[in-house]
C-alpha cells in the first residue's frame, strides 16, 4: 500500500507520531504461527526548516505491532533506521528530501490478529522552525506459511 498525501510532522524531538496510511492488519490462523516478512519506507522533505547555525534535521522511522488496532496498552517496536533530511552549517542551507526504509522477519508464534504500522520520531539538532512532511511510504507484508508438504 502506498499512500501519497502529504503529513506534515512538528519538529519535537523524541515524540511519535504515526505515520497516517501505514496501518496493516495480518490475521494468523495456522496453529504453529507464521512468518511475515514486512517492508516499509516513506519519504520526507524539510524544505520549511529553519536551524541555528550548524544544524540538522534527521529522524528515526520505526515499524510497530500490537494486537489490537487502537495501538494501545502494549506495543512492540520492532525496529528503526535514520534518516536525514535538511542540514545547514553556517550560512549554507541545504533542505532535501530524505528516504528510509526497514525490514524484518517477524516470527510469529501463535494465531491471532496482528497489526502493524510505521512511527516518525524527531531527532534534530539545533533546528528553531519547520517541520518534517512525510510525502510517500508504504508498509508491506508477505506472510510465509511454516508447513512443509
Same mark, same amino acid.
Given at each position: ?34 512468518? !511475515? ?49 535538511? !542540514? ?53 507484508? !508477505? ?7
Amino acid at each position: 500500500m502506498t499512500v501519497s498525501v502529504q503529513q506534515g510532522i512538528p519538529n519535537a524531538n523524541g515524540i511519535l507520531t504515526p505515520i497516517e496510511g501505514t496501518e496493516q492488519e495480518i490475521v494468523v490462523t495456522e496453529a504453529g504461527g507464521a512468518d !511475515l516478512f514486512i517492508s516499509g519506507n516513506i519519504q520526507v522533505l524539510t524544505d520549511t526548516m529553519d536551524g541555528n547555525g550548524a544544524a540538522s534535521g534527521s529522524y528515526n522511522l520505526i515499524l510497530e505491532r500490537s494486537t489490537n488496532a487502537q495501538f494501545s496498552g502494549l506495543v512492540d517496536q520492532l525496529t528503526f533506521t535514520s534518516g536525514l533530511a535538511f !542540514l545547514e552549517l553556517g550560512n549554507q542551507t541545504v533542505a532535501f528530501q530524505g528516504s528510509a526504509s526497514v525490514s524484518y522477519i517477524d516470527r510469529i508464534t501463535e494465531p491471532g490478529v496482528y497489526y502493524y504500522r510505521l512511527t516518525f520520531r524527531p531527532q534534530s539538532v539545533r533546528i528553531n522552525a519547520g517541520e518534517y512532511v512525510v510525502q510517500e511510504r508504504s508498509l508491506n507484508i !508477505l506472510q510465509f506459511d511454516r508447513t512443509i508438504p
